[in-house]
Nanobody, 125 residues
Framework: QLRLVESGGGLVQPGGSLRLSCLAS????????IGWFRQAPGKEREGVSC????????YYTDSVKGRFTISRDHAKNTVYLQMDSLKPEDTAVYYC??????????????????WGQGTQVTVSS
C-alpha cells in the first residue's frame, strides 16, 4: 500500500486561503493520478479535484471551480491543492488519494486505491 501524507489544513475565516499538500515518501507521484476528496460530518466523501499523470489534465467539481487549483511539484514529489475564497461549506476533512489504472484521473472515490489520513479544514468566522 502506498503511503500518502496530507498537511496544510487548519482554521480560516470565510474568504481566506489555505494550501494543502499531499506528499509521498516511498514512491513517485508523477506516475499516479492524484485526487483530492473531502468528507463533511454526516456526508459522503466527494471528489474535489484531480490531476492526471499522463498529460497533467485536471478536474474540479463545480462547487470549487474558479476557487481551487491543483498542481504538482515534481522536485518535491508533492501535489498541492490551493484553496482560495473559502466558504463555510468547504469545511471538511480533506484526503488525497492515488491510482494508476486509468489513463485520466476522476473524482470517483471507488477508482482510488491508496489514501492519506486526511487533514481538517474549517472555514468559520
Amino acid at each position: 500500500q502506498l503511503r500518502l501524507v496530507e498537511s496544510g489544513g487548519g482554521l480560516v475565516q470565510p474568504g481566506g486561503s489555505l494550501r494543502l499538500s499531499c506528499l509521498a515518501s516511498e514512491f513517485t507521484l508523477d506516475y499516479y493520478n492524484i485526487g483530492w476528496f473531502r468528507q463533511a460530518p454526516g456526508k459522503e466523501r466527494e471528489g474535489v479535484s484531480c490531476i492526471s499523470s499522463n498529460d497533467g489534465s485536471t478536474y474540479y467539481t463545480d462547487s470549487v471551480k474558479g476557487r481551487f487549483t491543483i498542481s504538482r511539484d515534481h522536485a518535491k514529489n508533492t501535489v498541492y491543492l490551493q484553496m482560495d475564497s473559502l466558504k463555510p461549506e468547504d469545511t471538511a476533512v480533506y484526503y488525497c488519494a492515488a491510482e494508476n489504472r486509468n489513463l485520466y484521473c476522476s473524482g470517483y472515490v471507488h477508482e482510488y486505491d491508496d489514501w492519506g489520513q486526511g487533514t481538517q479544514v474549517t472555514v468559520s468566522s
